[in-house]
């Protein structure tokens, strides 16, 4: 049983919709993460937070937007995304930036029509 | 930047065979190093994880992993291979000092295990 969970599993949606991704974390964590898994290619660090502040934005576009109520919860609002953003989205969090041991979620299966 | 290279995207055994998936990496500093591993439909699990304590490194399932530093190298053997062990392996290396939580990650290597 994972200590990260990640809504929905799977999401199909249009270029023109807008939606988001949920990823809450039951680990007492302070730092949080998530990553773009794409095929044939490695996972790709989107956004850090720490303490609810960001601290790593890795050049995303615009059009994911994170955010981070607080330490437990993260979320990765989508809009006008492009086909080429169908990807897995994982979420990880870890006990803080010093310690690097991060937990996965299952992730989010995006396909963008 | 640190960068790391799995030769193989694909190995393939037999049941109670060895497993050796390869990891290399760059870097001019001993980093922390770690293999994860992904099963289908889930997220990544961590192995085990390399904090320059011991080269030798042994992990969940049986698996373990040696540092190299001569070769820049970590690569993750398991004497003999469980049908339950095929999966996609993920082979990750950390930035030093205050940026450690900047995880760099590999390609990946799925492997399968034959009957």
């Known amino acids: 049983e994972t200590g990260v969970t990640q809504t929905p599993r799977h999401l199909v949606m249009g270029m023109t919709n807008k939606k988001s991704l949920k990823c809450e974390q039951h680990?007492?964590?302070?730092?949080m993460y998530w990553y773009k898994q794409s095929a044939k290619k490695p996972l790709e660090l989107m956004f850090v937070?720490?303490?609810?502040?960001?601290?790593e934005n890795n050049s995303v576009p615009s059009r994911f937007s994170p955010e981070c109520p607080n330490s437990s919860h993260l979320f990765l609002h989508l809009h006008t995304l492009q086909p080429e953003d169908s990807a897995l989205y994982l979420c990880?969090?870890?006990?803080?930036?010093?310690?690097?041991?991060?937990?996965f979620g299952a992730g989010t299966r995006l396909s963008v029509l | 930047a640190q960068s790391v290279t799995q030769l193989g995207s694909h190995v393939s055994v037999s049941e109670g065979a060895l497993v050796l998936l390869r990891c290399n990496y760059s870097?001019?500093?001993?980093?922390?190093l770690f293999w994860y591993v992904q099963y289908p439909n889930q997220g990544l699990q961590l192995l085990l994880k390399?904090?320059?304590?011991?080269?030798l490194v042994k992990g969940i399932n049986g698996f373990e992993a040696e540092f190299k530093k001569s070769e820049t190298s970590f690569h993750l053997t398991k004497p003999s291979a469980h049908m339950s062990d095929a999966a996609e392996y993920f082979c990750?290396?950390?930035?030093?000092?205050?940026?450690?939580?900047?995880?760099?990650f590999g390609k990946g290597t799925l492997l399968t295990v034959n009957p």
């Open positions: 990880a969090s870890s006990q803080d930036l010093a310690k690097n041991i991060q937990y």
């Open positions: 680990l007492g964590h302070n730092a």
């Open positions: 937070y720490s303490l609810e502040e960001r601290v």
């Open positions: 870097s001019s500093v001993p980093p922390y």
């Open positions: 390399y904090t320059s304590a011991a080269t």
């Open positions: 990750a290396v950390s930035e030093s000092g205050g940026s450690n939580y900047k995880l760099t």
